[in-house]
C-alpha cells in the first residue's frame, strides 16, 4: 500500500508515520508539497477542513497513491477565547474519506490578539520563545503546555480518528 502526505512539514510527517506504521507496518509513505487552496492561517474549523481535505486529495492523486493525507492546523474563535485546532483528512483513491479534528488548545490572548491582527501562529510563536520554525518541531502545542503535548501528538490522534474508516471498515 502507498500512502501519501500532503506536507514536507517533519513534525505531521511524524504523525502520520506513527500511526500508519503501527495499522500497516509493510506500507510506503511517501509526502509531497501540495498547495492547502486556504490562507497560510486558517481562521476557522471550515477552512482548516477545506486545506486537510485540498491536500489529502491532492497528495493521493500527485503520488499515485492509495490513501492521501491532508493535516491543517489553525484556529478558531470560541466563546472561550481563541482556539488552536487542527484537522485531518484521509482520502482514498475510491472516493471514500476519513476526517477528524484535534483536542483544542485556547491560546493566551497575548497571542490570540496578534493571530486576530493578521499574523500566522508559526512566526508569532517563534518570535516568543526566539526560536525558528517552531511550528516544525513541537509547535505551539509543545510550547503552551511545556512539551506535555507536541504538534505531533496532536495531530496524531486525529490520523488515527481518520484512519478508523479504514481500519474497521465493518463499521462505516
Given at each position: ?5 500532503g ?9 502520520v508515520?506513527?500511526?500508519?506504521e ?18 497560510e ?20 492523486s ?14 478558531q474563535?470560541?466563546s ?15 472516493g471514500?474519506?476519513?476526517?477528524s479534528?484535534?483536542a483544542?488548545?485556547p ?8 493571530v ?31 512539551e506535555?503535548?507536541t ?13 478508523s474508516?479504514?481500519?474497521v471498515?465493518?463499521?462505516?
Amino acid at each position: 500500500m502507498k500512502i501519501a502526505v500532503g506536507t514536507k512539514n517533519p513534525a505531521k510527517i511524524a504523525a502520520v508515520r506513527q500511526v500508519i506504521e503501527r495499522a500497516w507496518p509493510e506500507c510506503e509513505l511517501v509526502s509531497v508539497s501540495v498547495p492547502s487552496g486556504v490562507s497560510e492561517m486558517p481562521l476557522s474549523d471550515e477552512e482548516c477542513l477545506l486545506g486537510a481535505r485540498n491536500r489529502a486529495r491532492l497528495a493521493r492523486s500527485e503520488a499515485g497513491a492509495d490513501l492521501g493525507f491532508g493535516l491543517e492546523g489553525g484556529v478558531q474563535e470560541m466563546s472561550e477565547g481563541l482556539m488552536l485546532v487542527s484537522w485531518v483528512v484521509a482520502s482514498h483513491e475510491d472516493g471514500r474519506e476519513g476526517v477528524s479534528g484535534s483536542a483544542r488548545l485556547p491560546l493566551p490572548e497575548k497571542i490570540a490578539q496578534r493571530v486576530r491582527a493578521g499574523e500566522e501562529l508559526g512566526p508569532v510563536m517563534d518570535d516568543l520563545v526566539k526560536q525558528t520554525n517552531t511550528k516544525h518541531r513541537s509547535g505551539a502545542a509543545g510550547i503552551l503546555t511545556d512539551e506535555l503535548a507536541t504538534r505531533t501528538e496532536m495531530f496524531a490522534t486525529a490520523v488515527a480518528y481518520a484512519l478508523s474508516r479504514f481500519v474497521v471498515p465493518e463499521f462505516y
